[in-house]
Structure formats: C-alpha cells, structure tokens
C-alpha cells in the first residue's frame, strides 16, 4: 500500500528552530523586536534589498505597501490597479481594502501578467500595477517593470512565492516600489504565519514601520531600549494597524533562510524530475520558465483537460495535488470588474499544481506522473 502523496508537506528543522526560540522566552521577548530585526538584517543581506520591515503575513504586507504608496502619492478611492485574476485573493482583497479598482489584465504563458494586456488596461486613473509571481515564476515582469517606469505608475510585486527567485543572476524585488514575500507555513521559508514588505524608498521603509504598529511613532522595543528620560511617550501620527511581525516566527524564518538555497535547490531538482517524465507526455502542458529565471519553485504547474476529473481521479489513487488558483472573478466581489482575461479564463479551467515539497523522491514523482498519465489518457 502506498502512502498518500500531498501536495505541500513543511519542513522544520526542529532542533534548531526550538533554539531559537528559547533565546526569545528566556530574553522574555516574543513579540516585535530584537528577533525581528535580526531576520530583516539577514534578509537584506540574502536578497541584496536595501529595507525590509517583517510583518505578519503577506497580505498584511500587500496592504501596508499599498497604503503607504498611496498616501504618498495621494491616491483617491477609485483610482485603479492593473492586477491579475488568477492568483490568491489576499492579492486582490487588499487593493479593494484601500477604496481601488481592480483591473483585471490577461496572464501570459507563465501564467504571469501579460506586458501586452497591461499596456492596453493603463487608463489615466491607472495608479499601480501588481504583478504576482505566480509558483515562484518572473514571467515578463522586466518588461512590466520597464512598462512602469515608461509611464510613471507604482509597481508593487506579490512575491509571496518567490522566496529565493532570481532574475538574470540578483534577487528579485529591485525591479518594484514595494515587493512582499510570503513566510506562511507551506512557502518555501516556512514559519507559522509571516512575510516581509520590501519598499525602494528609505523614507518609505521608515513610515511602513509607523503603519505596521498602530501608526505609533516609536515601537515598544524601540522605546525600551531608549536612554531617554521619557521613554514611555510617545505619538501616534497615523490611524495604523497591528501589523508587525513578532520574535517567535523571526526566529523560525532566521532558521529557514539559513537553507533557502539547499531547499531551492532540492525544488529545482524535483521540478527537473517533473520535467524529464512528462516532456513526451501528450495532454499535459507544463509552464514555461524564462531561461534567466531561477525560480524558487513553489509550484509545480500543469495544464490538463477536464480538470475536476483528473483531480477527483488523482485523489482516488491517494494524489492530492493543488488547484492555483480558481480565477477571483468566480467570487461575488470581483465579477463586475474591468478586463476580458480570456487565457486566465482557459488557465484556471486547467491548471493544477502537483505535489512539491522537500519530502518528495523520485519514486514519489514517478508515481505521481504515471497516475496522470492513466487520468489523463485515451
């Protein structure tokens, strides 16, 4: 009997991760502070980012950088931002959050924005476009980025899956004005729940900090640790949330980072073993990666058809793959938003994601492959 092969699987190394973490109990600090900022030090040495604020989830990140840049920028409810309809909700739900439009554009090959759908969504209430790099994928986002630039709009990139992608060599997130990255429990740096929001501009990075802690000027480490004779006071300049990250998943992420590339790595050698089985595969198509992309592989995507079926059959043969994502205009909030996205459409009609994580071996994927080769057969 074989065991049932799932589609994520987190890996911990435990040992390491409890060390960590009883540095912060027996320091009787676990919320924000000394932990928190280790992992954003350690993160802009990782990435080569010049800021990096850890906050408590991605989505939590999204918002904050799309408040800040709004505000900066003095944006006004119903000002819009080009984004894609196949992606997680949180992508979207923040932009509706803040009082923007979404503009659906179409999805290219790599299931990323397409450049050319952008261009003919950009309006003059067009403020931002947000580019999800879908599976750990760049897609065309230099040319997005370059579209940005050309034509003075904000782009913030959804790198929730992209914890160790490269593009042409350096770690993305330089190309954007805000870049977030996702450090949720089946991301590739796996904490509980966490992300970190990457913003260009230093003046920027210093107000994020002020959102992220209620709009407090001065955050309670901060003050703490503070010579001043009045270190109690403080003000509060802005309405802000409660955002910020805490030590207990810093100290997870700062054990995870150590081996972000081993564990990359060991994705990108799953994928290769997707790649060799199904290259003659007929009825399946794999997703393109740009050949300067070296992907984090959060995903491993395929397109089949009669997809409710092969999944249902999968499952039956205990192969639980993963669907990313149902398109957001099949959700009540998004179905009256602009934009004929007619490859998303296709896209998230067939997409599936097989199982990828550390745990898989070749025997697994092999299984795996030759089960949908049976579904998806004559």
Not at 350 to 371: F, N
């Amino acid at each position: 009997m074989n065991d049932p092969i799932h589609l994520f699987r987190p890996h911990y190394r435990t040992d390491e991760v409890l060390s960590e973490i009883r540095e912060c109990l027996e320091r009787g600090w676990t919320g924000l502070g000394f932990k928190t900022l280790e992992i954003e030090e350690a993160w802009c040495r990782f990435t080569g980012l010049p800021h990096a604020h850890f906050v408590a989830s991605a989505t939590s990140g999204l918002h904050l950088a799309l408040r800040i840049l709004g505000r900066t920028d003095g944006w006004r409810p119903g000002d819009e931002v080009i984004t894609t309809a196949l992606t997680f909700v949180s992508t979207n739900h923040v932009i509706l959050h803040e009082g923007l439009v979404p503009v659906f554009a179409d999805v290219d090959e790599h299931l990323c924005l397409d450049p050319s759908s952008v261009a003919e969504r950009i309006s003059a209430r067009t403020r931002a476009v947000m580019f999800v790099g879908v599976g750990g994928n760049t897609g065309r986002l230099e040319e997005v980025a370059a579209l940005c630039r050309e034509r003075g709009i904000r782009l913030v990139l959804d790198a929730a899956h992209m914890a160790g992608t490269r593009l042409g060599g350096r770690h993305v997130g330089g190309e954007a004005d805000a870049a977030v990255f996702s450090f949720h429990a089946v991301k590739n740096l796996p904490t509980a729940d966490s992300g970190m929001v990457c913003l260009a501009d230093p003046g920027l990075d210093r107000e994020v900090r002020q959102w992220s802690w209620l709009g407090i000027d001065r955050d309670t480490y901060t003050r703490t640790h503070s010579q001043a004779a009045y270190r109690w006071m403080y003000d509060v300049p802005h309405v802000g949330f409660k955002a910020h990250g805490n030590s207990v998943m810093a100290a997870m992420a700062l054990v995870g980072l150590r081996y972000l590339e081993e564990d990359n790595a060991r994705r990108r050698e799953i994928a290769g073993w997707y790649d060799e089985e199904l290259a003659e595969v007929a009825g399946v198509a794999t997703i393109p990666v740009p050949a300067d992309c070296e992907s984090s592989r959060h995903l491993y995507q395929v397109l089949v058809e009669d997809r409710d079926r092969v999944m249902v059959e999968l499952n039956r043969r205990e192969i639980y793959p993963g669907v990313h994502y149902r398109l957001n205009t099949e959700y009540p909030m998004y179905r009256d938003c602009r934009g004929r996205v007619p490859r998303a459409v296709s896209a998230a009609s067939r997409v599936i994601s097989l199982p990828m994580h550390l745990g898989l071996d070749r025997e697994q994927v092999h299984r795996v492959v030759r089960a949908l080769v049976e579904v998806t057969g004559p």
